[in-house]
């Protein structure tokens, strides 16, 4: 890790310095460069846009990473990358880059070499619904870096138009000219009832993470937000929750319990046999994408995470823990009252989990049907459904540019 810090911190930025007057003489050509907010991971909209693009043979296409699982995979494919371990190359490509798009905030470092205005630089945006990303921090520059962040962009991406006006507008303060409401590439596969039933019925994600399961079998996918603050487990901090129990609850329920979990994090002293619960951290299974899993998921189990608006196209139950709303609320700032647009039953200790994952897994369709209206409210405000074929609107527009 050392020596990547030397060329990030060292290196990269003293051949950026060579290559800057020079910028503008490197006539641009039909080359895309595509990254997600990690470059040791390969997902979000970003990984859906780069695979549809890597397809096309009048685009150049690059995906930015450092992990080796991941360069790996682009080679199998016959596809390409560029990586800050061969700095030169990747400053040579972002300066023939005619579209840098980023579903982060704009931390892109070769921005600084892609600045010129014949680039053109979009974000994909990583999640959309009421939760709001600019921080509430004592520190009023974070939000100020957030925003200013999001303004060097030329184009950001939304899924509606009252997102674009809450997010994008109020929050961002960015004008019309930037804004673009295309939906999530990701979130293409939700619209695609073929390849929905096969992913639900194969279960072949589960099956690759060794799940216990058969036919009869619910899946329970949990996905606790990242927080500011140090609150790592929420359903596992639970007044009487022991993993052991839970196990064997769900053992005896036939259910299956899939624990996200952030930045290496893992709670402590854990049970041996845990047959049920079955812990995924993305930073440690890079080329994991929580989208198509969910296809494959009966239960979404939440809190403020933006997984919430996209599990919802597919019509499924939800349930919320959020124990601290207020304060996340202090720090984070919803876009607007969180709890009006939660599409299903909030629950506040292990026997109202226990109770809920009953209900929902017994009789889906009837606790569906409880909370349609305010599916139909969340869908109406942060995706509208019309806004299928969200990878070729990004398609037609980068080629408007090439």
Not at 153 to 158: H, L, T
Not at 159 to 178: C, D, I, M, R, V
Not at 230 to 249: A, G, Q, R, T, V
Not at 261 to 275: A, I, K
Request: with cysteine; glycine share 2%; charged share 25%.
């Amino acid at each position: 890790m050392y020596w990547q810090q030397i060329i990030k911190k060292i290196i990269f930025p003293i051949i950026s310095i060579f290559f800057i007057p020079i910028r503008h003489l490197i006539s641009k050509r039909n080359v895309v460069v595509l990254q997600t907010y990690s470059r040791q991971l390969y997902c979000d909209n970003t990984r859906y846009l780069y695979e549809f693009l890597s397809e096309k043979k009048d685009i150049d296409v690059y995906w930015v990473t450092d992990n080796s699982e991941i360069k790996q995979y682009i080679k199998n494919k016959e596809w390409k990358y560029i990586t800050q371990h061969n700095p030169i190359k990747m400053i040579w490509v972002a300066l023939r880059a005619k579209i840098v798009i980023d579903s982060g905030d704009g931390f892109f470092n070769i921005f600084n070499i892609t600045s010129s205005k014949s680039v053109i630089k979009i974000s994909s945006l990583h999640g959309s619904g009421p939760k709001a990303t600019l921080s509430r921090s004592h520190d009023i520059m974070i939000a100020v870096q957030q925003i200013l962040n999001m303004n060097k962009f030329d184009y950001v991406n939304f899924t509606s138009q009252h997102s674009a006006e809450l997010l994008g507008k109020k929050t961002y303060f960015l004008p019309n000219e930037k804004i673009l409401t295309f939906g999530y590439p990701r979130c293409d596969i939700f619209f695609n009832s073929a390849h929905v039933g096969k992913a639900y019925q194969d279960k072949r994600i589960a099956k690759l993470m060794n799940a216990d399961i058969d036919k009869k079998c619910k899946i329970i996918l949990y996905t606790p937000t990242w927080r500011p603050y140090k609150y790592n487990f929420p359903i596992s901090e639970m007044h009487n929750f022991s993993f052991s129990d839970f196990n064997e609850w769900l053992q005896l329920n036939n259910l299956v319990f899939f624990y996200t979990v952030h930045s290496n994090l893992f709670p402590e002293n854990l049970p041996d046999d845990l047959s049920r619960i079955i812990f995924i951290n993305p930073d440690l299974n890079p080329l994991f994408d929580i989208n198509e899993f969910m296809l494959e998921v009966d239960i979404l189990v939440n809190d403020y995470s933006t997984t919430s608006t996209d599990f919802s196209i597919l019509n499924r139950p939800q349930i919320f823990y959020m124990p601290d709303y207020d304060f996340y609320n202090s720090e984070k700032c919803f876009l607007e009252e969180y709890r009006d647009l939660i599409p299903g039953r909030e629950i506040f200790d292990f026997d109202g989990l226990k109770k809920a994952l009953l209900c929902a897994s017994s009789n889906p369709e009837s606790y569906i049907n409880e909370y349609s209206e305010i599916t139909k409210e969340l869908k109406r405000k942060y995706y509208d459904i019309n806004l299928n074929h969200s990878t070729e609107r990004f398609y037609e527009f980068i080629l408007k540019f090439l």
